[in-house]
């Protein structure tokens, strides 16, 4: 149906009851008004009112007695039933018969599918209330007398399915579901659902259809509404059949305000115009999940350009922010526009919509969203000023645009069946954005960074036994929202890249017929290692191993192997491989069972002392595997370019050949295989597997180390070490050993921007970060005059990629008025970027009261809500933040729960951060005791079993370490006195 004239949609109501119309007109009212009720009568007949008790003889009175005890007993037992049975219909709005279940279970019936809905939303922007109808043509597959939709938080008010009577609905909030039962079976084929409903915009929580505001150049405060559907929240904004399999055409329908303008998946059709009123329609979609449906109602600019695509179509691309930030759109339209056109080469197939738009959202929960057509993203996400924005966060615009616009081939054109396959999309975003932003800027050197930026994530998370297999199983939202993780999208992209290295062009050749198979469709894990194997197994090409064998062993099982290497003659090797822990467990600790009893098909490369070309070989073996070499060797390098998911032990020897070799010549050797030694000996000697001392001997070359990926590596176990030992006497030497390794190389990268790389630009910002936070003089005095001389208005401002340096060193080095000159700029500022600069900066203030104020701060309007969790993570970084944050947590917890708890993976990720510094026995029991009274911490669960692990993992690095730790750094100082 076309828009017609614009009618306001009006719901009765009728004590508490919402009118649903049927077919044939009948009322059907509320569950409440549809339960079987005997007549109100008392228990006794008239007749037995009238005996006079007086008259009865012993006996009859004996027996009156008793049977007046039986009556009252089958009383009690019906009052206790009734009260049970209505508690339950109060959670469930429903009393049905036991035999009826099918609500029960947490996925939708397959006997109903959605093939086209017919969807008008009226948003009204003054009172945040939306009326909506909805046409859903449906695909009856198996007879069945029941319809369930996915709701929540909506009124229904009407409801028909057409050629067909409405016995009776019902709410089951459990499973987020509204049922339909019909007073005769729906016959196979198809049928209309057509319903009437309403809801208020949310503001508080960032998902479903929700309000976000900004504030105009004149104070003036405007608004806009948009969607966050990911994973399970389309079902807040329309009644839906709301998972990923259930996929259909949309046709959307948006009346708005006239003041306003309405975006969605698809170009607009037609607008009809009725006085303060506007309808908007668009063309209908393509075939796509519930989650991928998106539309934002805005008085947005849009910044435009195009290209044509393969198909020879011209693909409209638009970003669009508040007028304010119009000049901050060029960049992101620019990497829009060359990332789209590669895209389209590299998987071989046209991106399938005529338009692409970019929403610039100024509250949103997560970075951003790949609605198909309509991206939504943060404002920091997509906004760059070159005049103020530094190198970092243009990259991760960057990034991010490339990541999201990876989807639109990788999640939209092919979805995976079910969340459990949750890292189809984002593993393959996470690798395929490397690729993307190398593309549009090829001096960020983005494969280099791969190594700090996924793998060592992948690494870190996934060495807890309370990590999950890549594929998990997941039922309920706080489940699926619980795997958007390090191991969905680190864990995911790292495993990619090693099957890539692996199988070379056949990779992408598989790839391309994968989507081209399934486009339109879904599909699952195994259904992408076919179509791999397929490609990797032609006559041109010898197949002795099958993709689908191997990768199961990397994403049907939690954790990665450690190879321990040993050399029992120069020209032999000899290796082992078991799952490896980063904090050790006792003997009798439950490890969920695998069914590869943790043994993996590991693609095996090394180099050697005499050739820099790979050798690659497939490790199946659990025991000991023998590798002859052709000729004598002194050093074995293994995991050629850190392109496995494993770690690397070797024997002390080579260790102690490895650390000679980076203090003689460390150029040698590739970065990313210097920063793969680094992080592994750091994290084999924290699980007690190697001594630390060999893991500290390797930092003395430092000093030396000028690349950026190393120098990652080694800051994020200088700064982990930093934690564990900042409550100890051994600190202050500790703090010397650090300031030594970062002297030279501050001294050489200066505090010039001009002129350097890409990488060099990161590797200052890093080093003289680390110098201001391990007591550095001259990076302390240098940024603290910065500071003094911006704020007294001696300079206009500082250097983008320097303010991150500035701003924190000026906070933590000054008082009450800096703290408040800096909050003003936060307060004042236009700039996105900015804003999140102020935040992170105002949290490394030493002053407790500040930091208490500034977590206050954060639960009020001073602070947006997609931000609040950011401060209380920067606050509990801090040493003196750590305590008063962890004591903030518990006294909010219910409205943090609340707000956070169910719709974002922030949540979880605060759990790990807040807990990450805890490493004594007391923490951790208090940690424990805390999540004991409060088990139900929503998509945060997870995240709290794995803090609890690694605080075990801080105590024991302690107990086992600290004594070592003491001894070295003790022997180097006074080997430079």
């Known amino acids: 149906r076309d828009c017609g004239s614009v009618i306001v949609m009006k719901m009765s109501k009728r004590h508490g009851s919402y009118e649903v119309e049927s077919s044939d007109n009948e009322q059907i009212e509320d569950e409440d008004n549809l339960l079987p009720m005997g007549k109100r009568r008392g228990l006794w007949d008239k007749t037995c009112r009238r005996l006079r008790i007086n008259r009865l003889d012993r006996r009859e009175k ?20 009734g009260v049970v049975v209505g508690e339950d219909e109060n959670k469930h709005g429903n009393a049905q018969p036991a035999t009826s279940s099918v609500w029960k279970d947490v996925r939708l019936p397959a006997s109903v599918v959605p093939v086209h809905y017919n969807i008008t939303l009226q948003p009204d922007m003054t009172t945040f209330r939306v009326n909506g109808t909805s046409e859903i043509e449906v695909n009856i597959i198996d007879s069945t007398d029941y319809i369930i939709l996915h709701v929540k938080n909506i009124t229904i008010s009407t409801f028909t399915v057409e050629g067909y009577s409405v016995k009776k609905t019902f709410n089951y909030e459990d499973n987020d579901f509204f049922v339909v039962q019909l007073t005769k079976p729906l016959a196979v084929g198809s049928a209309v659902i057509r319903l009437t409903y309403n809801y208020t915009l949310t503001a508080t929580e960032l998902v479903g259809f929700y309000n976000s505001s900004y504030i105009l150049p004149n104070g003036d405060k405007e608004v806009l509404a948009t969607t966050q559907f990911e994973p399970t929240d389309a079902r807040r904004a329309f009644p839906c059949f709301d998972e990923p399999a259930m996929k259909a055409n949309f046709t959307i329908r948006i009346i708005h305000s006239s003041q306003y303008h309405a975006v969605s998946n698809m170009p607009v059709e037609s607008m009809e115009v009725d006085g303060e009123w506007t309808c908007t329609k668009f063309r209908t979609s393509v075939r796509m999940s519930s989650y991928l449906v998106a539309f934002v109602v805005s008085k947005f600019v849009s910044r435009n350009s ?17 007028p304010g930030a119009y000049n901050q759109t060029e960049f ?12 389209e080469e590299f998987f071989d197939i046209a991106y399938p919509l005529p338009k692409q738009d970019l929403f610039a959202i100024p509250d949103f929960a997560v970075g951003a969203m790949e609605n198909w057509g309509l991206i939504t993203y943060r404002e920091t996400a997509i906004l760059y000023d070159p005049e103020s924005t530094s190198s970092a966060d243009k990259q991760w615009v960057g990034v991010v645009v490339s990541h999201e616009l ?45 190594v700090v930026r996924d793998l060592q994530n992948a690494l870190t998370l996934d060495s807890l036994n309370s990590s999950h297999p890549i594929v998990t199983g997941a039922t309920d939202p706080d489940e699926i929202n619980a795997l958007f993780d390090t191991i969905s999208y680190d864990k995911g992209s790292t495993v990619l890249r090693m099957l890539r290295n692996f199988m070379g062009p056949a990779f992408l050749e598989g790839i391309k017929a994968y989507l081209k198979q399934h486009k339109f469709h879904n599909a699952n894990t195994s259904e992408l290692w076919s179509a791999l194997d397929a490609a990797y197994c032609t006559d041109e090409r010898s197949c002795s191993h099958n993709i689908n064998d191997i990768m199961d062993t990397w994403t049907k099982q939690t954790g990665f192997p450690v190879l321990t290497i040993s050399r029992p003659s120069t020209n032999q090797l000899t290796i082992k491989q078991e799952r490896f822990f980063s904090v050790p467990h006792k003997d009798n600790a439950f490890i969920p069972p695998s069914d590869f009893d943790y043994q993996w098909q590991i693609p095996f490369t090394y180099i050697t002392s005499l050739s820099a070309t790979p050798v690659k070989q497939l490790i199946t073996d659990k025991t000991d595997r023998s590798i002859q070499l052709d000729s004598p060797v002194r050093w074995v390098k293994a995991n050629v370019g850190q392109a496995g998911l494993y770690r690397i032990n070797y024997d002390i020897s080579d260790w102690a050949q490895f650390v000679a070799l980076l203090h003689g010549d460390h150029t040698f050797l590739p970065a990313a295989d210097r920063a793969g030694l680094i992080d592994d000996a750091f994290s084999i000697a924290s699980a007690g597997k190697l001594s630390i001392k060999i893991a500290l001997n390797m930092t003395r070359y430092l000093a030396n180390e000028r690349d950026y990926v190393p120098w990652i590596s080694a800051l994020h176990w200088i700064y ?24 030279p190389i501050i001294s050489e990268m200066g505090w010039s921007a001009v002129g350097s790389s890409h990488l060099d630009t990161f590797l200052r910002s890093s080093v003289l970060s680390a110098g201001w936070r391990f007591g550095h003089a001259d990076t302390i005095n240098q940024a603290v005059g910065m500071f003094h001389n911006w704020m007294n208005g001696s300079v206009r401002s500082i250097h983008p990629d320097l303010k991150s340096v500035v701003y924190s060193a000026g906070i933590a080095f000054g008082g009450v008025q800096q703290w408040d000159f ?52 920067s606050v509990s970084s801090n040493i003196y933040g750590r305590s008063l944050t962890w004591n903030f947590i518990r006294n909010n917890w219910v409205t943090l729960k609340e707000r956070y708890g169910s719709g974002t993976f922030s949540f979880g990720r605060m759990i790990r951060t807040v807990s990450s510094a ?21 998509s945060g669960t997870r995240s709290y079993l794995q803090a609890e692990e690694a605080i075990k993992g801080n105590i ?22």
């Open 720 to 743: 982990k070490l930093s934690n564990l030992l900042s409550l100890t006497p051994e600190y202050g030497i500790y703090e010397k050993h650090v300031r030594d390794l970062l002297d």
């Open 822 to 873: 800096l909050w003003n700029v936060y307060q004042t500022t236009d700039d996105t970027a900015e804003k999140d600069l102020c935040l992170k900066a105002l949290a490394n203030t030493k002053i407790p009261w500040l930091l208490t104020r500034y977590l206050h701060y954060s639960f009020s309007n001073a602070v947006r809500s997609q931000d609040t969790l950011y401060v209380i993570r």
């Open 332 to 343: 992101a339209l620019q990497v829009a526009v060359s990332v789209l056109s590669f895209y």
């Open 406 to 450: 990876a989807h639109q081939w990788f999640g939209n054109l092919v979805t995976m069946a079910w969340w459990d396959g949750l890292w189809l999309n984002e593993g393959f975003a996470s690798y395929v954005e490397y690729l993307g932003s190398n593309h549009s800027q090829p001096d960020w050197n983005m494969m280099d960074q791969f």
């Open 306 to 322: 195009s290209f044509v695509s393969r198909s020879g179509e011209r693909v409209t691309v638009r970003v669009w922010s508040r």
């Open 956 to 977: 024991y690095w302690l107990e086992h370490n600290l004594p070592s730790v003491t001894e070295w750094l003790k022997k180097q100082a006074n080997s430079n006195m």
């Open 918 to 938: 805890f490493s004594t026995p007391l923490e951790l029991q208090e940690f424990e005791e805390f999540f004991a009274q409060h088990s139900d911490a929503g």
């Open 62 to 81: 004996l027996c009156f007695v008793i049977g007046l005890i039986v009556i009252a007993v089958v009383a009690v037992i019906f009052i206790i039933i």
